[in-house]
């Protein structure tokens, strides 16, 4: 899973200030207002995978699911649960 966050300059931001030294190493736009990127990435080790796909698959089977659909506050709702399983 990777998660990017992307950082640019506010206005009226001290060129100089403490957030640019913070994201220096990760500019992607050096000219201003400057623009950083930064990606985090989270995975498992080879050897805990299989463990994790049993504990999802037990997860899964436990929930219970609600579909919504169109704004929430006049969102028709259905229980997943409520559905034929095939």
Do not use: W
């Amino acid at each position: 899973m990777s998660i990017s966050l992307s950082i640019s300059q506010s206005i009226n931001e001290d060129p100089n200030s403490d957030d640019l030294v913070t994201i220096g190493n990760y500019l992607i736009k050096l000219a201003l207002p400057y623009e950083a990127l930064l990606t985090y990435e989270f995975f498992l080790p080879e050897n805990e995978k299989q463990k994790y796909i049993d504990s999802l698959s037990e997860f899964v089977k436990r929930s219970i699911g609600l579909l919504t659909g169109n704004h929430q506050e006049t969102a028709n709702t259905s229980g997943v649960n409520d559905c034929k399983r095939h």
